[in-house]
């Protein structure tokens, strides 16, 4: 086995947060065998019909999964639109749904992520907040360290005056092992500048999340 982790040298890196550790990008026959690996420590046969297919195709769905390692947020978030018409109160995009993977057990956490912020310097498109919050579930994550990093990088790209995130999901982890807390949802929130200075604003923020829709 060649290892793959571990090493300065950056050859053939996938994406931004995989450089660091990538020595080479393993070929699709190595993570096949791999997923052939992880079948009979399930349990079964990978040589049965039902399954012959099926590393190829978890290989493929790794590739889904785990697309927002080969993108960049600040990418997304290029283009500021700074003519706003005066516009100062909050902008709100709520219910973005998002397909995660915890990194703890490689198994899915599901929810949706709420994102509000107070212009200062200029707004961005309302879909690209929900495609940041795609970049970073589509890697291995926790949930706090998502939610922060959706704060940091809208906070870098527009300064806003105030960002709250709000982010809810279910884990599978709970729900399928251990506890099997099946229904608990997870919240974790994000304050900074005026949400972070004042409560008032934080029950703004909430109560415009939790207010009935259209
Ligand atoms: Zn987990």
């Known amino acids: 086995m060649i290892p793959v982790v571990k090493s300065l040298s950056v050859e053939g890196a996938i994406g931004p947060s995989a450089d660091k550790f990538l020595v080479r990008k393993p070929t699709q026959e190595e993570a096949e065998a791999a997923v052939r690996t992880l079948l009979l420590w399930a349990g079964d046969d990978p040589s049965r019909e039902g399954l012959t297919d099926t590393p190829r195709r978890v290989a493929k769905a790794y590739k889904e999964f785990y697309k927002g390692y080969a993108e960049d947020p600040h990418h997304i978030l290029d283009r500021v639109f700074e003519e706003v018409e005066g516009y100062s109160d909050m902008v709100l995009v709520r219910d973005i749904p998002f397909y995660s993977h915890c990194e703890h057990h490689m198994v899915p956490f599901v929810g949706k992520a709420h994102i509000g912020y107070y212009p200062s310097k200029g707004v ?91």
């Open 124 to 214: 961005v498109g309302l879909s690209k907040l929900a495609r940041i919050v795609d970049v970073y579930a589509r890697r291995l994550q926790t949930q706090e360290t998502m939610t922060a990093q959706i704060a940091d990088v809208i906070e870098e790209v527009l300064e806003p005056r105030g960002i709250a995130i709000l982010v809810e999901a279910e884990h599978m982890c709970m729900s399928m092992r251990g506890v099997q807390k099946q229904g608990s949802s997870t919240m974790t929130t994000q304050y900074r500048g005026v949400f972070r200075n004042d409560p008032a604003e934080q029950v703004r923020f909430f109560t415009m999340v939790k207010s009935p829709g259209l």
